[in-house]
């Protein structure tokens, strides 16, 4: 079993940034991909990033150039540094990880955009 935590969402301006956070605990040692969802209101759930164990990174199209996503091992979390925030950036945003054929998600930390 993993458990996953977000932290460090909240409100902020366009133009403005936020740092998120995803501890993991629990079955670490077989965490290899971890990544960013959100999920909008009345909107399905959508990628935004991962970063693999090896610290490969991808990104939706809708946020590369002002997302960043990274890890660090030793504190067993990933982190997503949102800049140049925009109004439709706010949602739901979950961290999750992929380990031995089940995904494994957090409770999710809101993210609120004003214009």
């Known amino acids: 079993q993993v458990q996953l935590q977000e932290s460090g969402g909240g409100l902020a301006q366009a133009g403005g940034s936020l740092r998120l956070s995803c501890k993991a605990s629990?079955?670490?040692?077989?965490?290899?991909?971890m990544g960013w969802y959100r999920q909008a209101p009345g909107k399905e759930r959508e990628f935004v990033a991962v970063?693999?164990?090896?610290?490969?990174?991808d990104y939706a199209d809708s946020v590369k150039g002002r997302f960043t996503i990274s890890r660090d091992n030793v504190k067993n979390t990933v982190y997503l540094q949102m800049n140049s925030l925009k109004p439709e950036d706010t949602a739901m945003y979950y961290c999750?990880?992929?380990?031995?054929?089940?995904?494994?998600w957090g409770q999710g930390t809101q993210v609120t955009v004003s214009s």
């Open positions: 999750t990880a992929p380990v031995e054929g089940v995904d494994y």
């Open positions: 629990g079955n670490i040692f077989n965490i290899d991909a």
């Open positions: 970063i693999s164990g090896s610290v490969t990174t």
